[in-house]
C-alpha cells in the first residue's frame, strides 16, 4: 500500500495503525464533515457522558444530508485501504460515526465489542478511526490484540451498563483483560492528523478520557463491510438503528441496499 505505513498484523490482531493515510486535503474534508455534523446534530445524536464531566458528543449515519462526510466517505481512500486490510473484493458503506471528547471529560469508553451492538452478521469488516487532532497514547484507542477471533461478549450501555441489547446471560461477560495483560496484550498508537487505525468489529477497545487542558478529540469513524457481511436484524433497535430495514432485506442477504452503497472497486 504505496505512500503510508501499516503498523500491525490486522489479520493476526485485528486492529492497525495506518500512517500518513490521509492528505491534508481529506483531512480538512474530514475536519468540516465534523463541524458540520457538531452544528447541526441528527435524532440519533447523544451526549455520552454526564452534565457534569465535559462534554463527549457521538452522532451516526449522517452520509446521506452531510455533502462533507459523502465527499470524505467517496473521495478519500479510506475504502481502498479497508479492502487491503480485509482482503476484499468489494466494500460498501455501513455507517459513519462522529464521536468529540472536549478537554477535562473524564468519561472513559470501556471496554467493548461493536459488533453485538448492530444488525450484521459475519467476519469481513473494518472500522476506521481517524482523528483530525493529535491523540496522545493516554488518551488513545487501545485494542485487546486477538479478540476480533471471538467470542461475542455481552454489550451493554457505556454509564450504567444495562443489557440493552442481546437478554442478559446470553452471551459471554467480558474478562478482567487489564489484569492479566500477557494472556491480553494491549495495543495503542499515538497519532498525529493524516494516521488513522482499522480495527475488526469483534475486537475488544476503549479509551480513556481527556486531561483537563489538552486538546479536543475529533473523530471521524467510518465503518465497512466486505464479501461476506449479512443482514442480521434484530428484535431490539441496535446502535444505530436501520428502521424499516427488516422489511426490505431478508434475513442473511446481502447488503444490497442503498444504505449501504459500493465504495471499492
Known amino acids: 500500500m504505496a ?22 486535503a481529506h ?9 458540520a455534523n457538531l452544528a447541526s446534530l441528527s435524532p440519533l445524536a447523544k451526549r455520552a457522558s454526564a452534565a457534569d464531566d465535559g462534554a463527549f458528543v457521538e452522532d451516526f449515519c449522517n452520509w446521506q444530508r452531510l455533502p462533507e462526510m459523502e465527499r470524505f466517505i467517496r473521495d478519500s481512500p ?5 479492502a487491503e486490510l480485509m482482503g476484499a ?9 462522529v464521536l468529540v ?10 471496554w467493548h465489542q461493536d459488533q453485538p451492538y448492530y444488525n450484521v452478521d459475519g467476519m469481513q469488516n473494518t472500522s476506521m478511526w481517524l482523528p483530525v487532532d493529535p491523540v496522545p497514547v493516554a488518551s488513545t484507542l487501545r485494542f485487546v490484540a486477538g479478540t476480533h477471533r471471538g ?34 496484550p494491549v495495543l495503542a498508537w499515538a497519532l498525529q492528523p493524516g494516521d488513522a487505525v482499522f ?4 475486537t475488544v477497545h476503549g479509551s480513556a478520557g481527556v486531561a483537563p487542558g489538552g486538546a479536543r478529540r475529533r473523530v471521524l469513524s467510518v465503518r465497512f463491510l466486505g464479501d461476506d457481511m449479512r443482514h442480521a436484524p434484530r428484535p431490539w433497535a441496535t446502535s444505530p438503528p436501520f428502521p424499516g430495514l427488516a422489511d426490505e432485506l431478508a434475513v442473511g442477504a446481502a447488503l444490497e441496499h442503498p444504505l449501504f452503497p459500493v465504495l471499492w472497486p
Not at 489479520?11 to 495506518?18: K, L, S, T, Y
Not at 450501555?157 to 500477557?182: C, I, R
Request: contains cysteine; aromatic residues 12%.
Open 78 to 82: 479510506a475504502a481502498t485501504i479497508a
Open 89 to 97: 473484493t468489494t466494500v460498501r458503506l455501513y455507517h459513519d460515526h
Open 151 to 184: 467470542p461475542w461478549y455481552m454489550p451493554r450501555s457505556f454509564m450504567d451498563t444495562q443489557a440493552k441489547w442481546f437478554p442478559e446471560g446470553s452471551l459471554a461477560e467480558l474478562p478482567d483483560f487489564d489484569a492479566d495483560p500477557q494472556r491480553w
Open 27 to 35: 483531512l480538512a474534508l474530514a475536519e468540516a464533515a465534523i463541524d
Open 199 to 202: 480495527f475488526h468489529m469483534l
Open 3 to 24: 505512500g503510508y505505513t501499516v503498523e500491525g498484523d490486522y489479520q493476526r490482531d485485528g486492529a492497525v495503525c495506518v500512517r500518513d493515510a490521509f492528505s491534508p
Open 101 to 110: 471528547k472536549e478537554p477535562g471529560t473524564r468519561q472513559s469508553t470501556p
